[in-house]
């Protein structure tokens, strides 16, 4: 990673670099666990992230930039998790680059989106993340994240995973 690293929010110019970045990381860090046919299923899909960025009631892409350009990105917006009785935020999409895992970008990053949340006046956010996704769930766990009980299985992009869910107060 190089010195020099900028936070901002994402503009629909970014929509396909976003796409991009989340394809390189996905299948970097399923690797371990998804085959290569389903990784290969992993798409950027620049227009859902366009929908994202100019939909207001989704306030927050941030994304870090450092000389080689997309460092990473994290999507915060009200979790709407049923069983939740409090207006809670999520972190519903969470990616660096490999180029920069284990430099400090993602908890830098993460800290920025985490304040986002707070100013909009979350007291607690909740993150979901594939339950063989160990190297994250390790970093989460020392950022504080604590895991709640809750899974769920869902389809993602084709491939069939089982989530579970991480708190953290604000």
């Known amino acids: 990673m ?3 690293l900028t936070f901002r929010q994402a503009s629909p110019a970014d ?4 796409g991009e970045l989340f394809v390189i990381a996905g299948r970097t860090g399923w ?3 998804l085959s290569h046919d389903q990784l290969e299923q992993i798409q950027g899909q620049p227009d859902k992230w366009l929908e994202r960025i100019g939909n207001p009631f989704n306030p927050d892409i941030v994304l870090a930039e450092d000389d080689d350009g997309l460092a990473g990105f994290i999507w915060v917006h009200q979790c709407g998790d049923l ?3 409090e207006p809670t935020g999520e972190v519903g999409t969470f990616y660096t680059h490999p180029r920069v895992w284990g430099a400090g970008v ?3 990053l993460m800290e920025r989106g985490l304040d986002r949340l707070r100013t909009v006046g979350y007291t607690e956010c909740v993150l979901w993340t594939e339950e063989r996704n160990e190297r994250p769930r ?3 766990q020392l950022m504080g994240w604590t895991l709640d009980g809750a ?3 869902r389809d993602y992009q084709g491939v069939p995973i089982t ?3 991480h708190r953290c107060p604000l």
């Open 15 to 18: 929509a396909e670099a976003i």
């Open 151 to 153: 899974t769920r299985l």
């Open 138 to 140: 390790r970093i989460y």
């Open 31 to 33: 690797a371990d666990f």
């Open 83 to 85: 069983d939740l009785t």
């Open 163 to 165: 989530e579970v869910r």
């Open 106 to 108: 993602g908890r830098l």
């Open 2 to 4: 190089t010195t020099s």
